[in-house]
């Protein structure tokens, strides 16, 4: 069975603490590795420096219906200048280029794919086309570069 999920399916997601069943926020968006291999934290509530996130180690599940984070004490503030981008979609998977190592555009991000248990990326879909994560090398804010095939 796989685990693999969408960026596209999982926003709007509720999250919920483990430890006293209440609501934390919502899935509103992921901040990415800037290598582009996995997801660091989920945005689950705020704007800008005010944005509160989840680390991923503190998921325990992320099911069809909500995502479980180990405890209420999990969130805090975006603490660095790539999370701070991140959650104000300066740096975000969707939405961006795809360029290749030899410098050609291969299309743009329409929704990016998940392992649902480790938070790993399996790949992206650019343009109808299917990227595998073991081409991806790295994502900034113009762009996510994978290997030229």
Request: charged share 30%; aromatic share 6%; no cysteine.
């Amino acid at each position: 069975m796989s685990n693999e999920m969408t960026f596209e399916t999982a926003d709007g997601r509720k999250v919920i603490a483990v430890d006293n069943a209440e609501e934390v926020g919502k899935v509103k968006g992921f901040i990415v590795s800037t290598d582009g291999r996995r997801i660091d934290a989920i945005h689950v509530a705020g704007r800008g420096k005010r944005a509160d996130v989840i680390p991923w180690s503190a998921v325990e599940s992320f099911g069809a219906d909500a995502v479980m984070s180990s405890s209420s004490g999990s969130t805090h503030r975006v603490d660095t200048e790539h999370d701070t981008m991140a959650v104000k979609g300066k740096i975000s998977a969707r939405g961006a280029k795809v360029l290749d190592t030899d410098g050609f555009e291969i299309g743009v991000v329409d929704d990016v794919m998940f392992d649902a248990s480790s938070g790993e990326l399996t790949g992206v879909l650019a343009d109808g086309i299917r990227i595998s994560s073991d081409r991806f090398r790295s994502l900034g804010s113009y762009a996510f570069v994978v290997d030229a095939s």
